[in-house]
T-cell receptor, first 114, second 117 residues
Framework: GNSVTQMEGPVTLSEEAFLTINCTYT??????LFWYVQYPGEGLQLLLK?????DKGSNKGFEATYRKETTSFHLEKGSVQVSDSAVYFC?????????????FGQGTELSVKP | DGGITQSPKYLFRKEGQNVTLSCEQN?????MYWYRQDPGQGLRLIYY???????QKGDIAEGYSVSREKKESFPLTVTSAQKNPTAFYLC????????????????FGPGTRLLVL
């Protein structure tokens, strides 16, 4: 079946460090891929998305490239800030859709220290 | 401002009690979803609705019920049959439901945290 696997957290970085959060997926065909962010006690916000192979999604300094050959969608940011501290979720919508259901990874908690 | 509202923010359930979580959207979206989040885990789909007066079970529908009488509203009832209801519940909506909606972004509400007394 379809699934998403993220690197385990928590990830702790110093301000201005480089961030990578790994995400790989299993799905038939070409799913759409998403990164959502959740701040403490809040709902999820879409961070970026990519809907076809080799697409790059970007927003607020974060980037992720849809790699079909490695079934990956790793999240990167060149210089993190304390305000980036949150839980990050990788997710997909499969080609056979199931009503547009999002399939989530388990989330990766990021903590950025001043 | 358009968005999704959920109420209450915190809800307490007694043993054997049914409780209802509210979800309202003013985005004119066709599709609505309910997800459950447990600590340290991703979200799992409970129910979804692609159009008014129609809904389908998700992956963990047992012990839950929903209705979709209006486009704007998709309330979730946690019944006494749900033996482990303590979780964070998130409602979401997206613009379309028909055809290939892989590109449609789901927008989430702020969530309701359900606790058992």
């Amino acid at each position: 079946g379809n699934s998403v696997t993220q690197m385990e957290g928590p990830v702790t970085l110093s301000e201005e460090a480089f961030l990578t959060i790994n995400c790989t997926y299993t799905a038939t065909g070409y799913p759409s891929l998403f990164w959502y962010v959740q701040y403490p006690g809040e709902g999820l916000q879409l961070l970026l998305k990519a809907t076809k192979a080799d697409d790059k999604g970007s927003n607020k300094g974060f980037e992720a490239t849809y790699r079909k050959e490695t079934t990956s969608f790793h999240l990167e940011k060149g210089s993190v800030q304390v305000s980036d501290s949150a839980v990050y979720f990788c997710a997909l919508i499969s080609p056979n859709n199931q009503g547009g259901k999002l399939i989530f990874g388990q989330g990766t908690e990021l903590s950025v220290k001043p | 401002d358009g968005g999704i509202t959920q109420s209450p923010k915190y809800l307490f359930r007694k043993e054997g009690q049914n409780v209802t979580l509210s979800c309202e959207q003013n985005l004119n979206h066709d599709a609505m979803y309910w997800y459950r989040q447990d600590p340290g885990q991703g979200l799992r789909l409970i129910y979804y609705s692609q159009i008014v007066n129609d809904f389908q079970k998700g992956d963990i529908a047992e012990g839950y019920s929903v209705s979709r009488e209006k486009k704007e509203s998709f309330p979730l009832t946690v019944t006494s049959a749900q033996k482990n209801p303590t979780a964070f519940y998130l409602c979401a909506s997206s613009r379309t439901s028909g055809g290939d909606n892989r590109e449609e972004t789901q927008y989430f509400g702020p969530g309701t945290r359900l606790l058992v007394l």
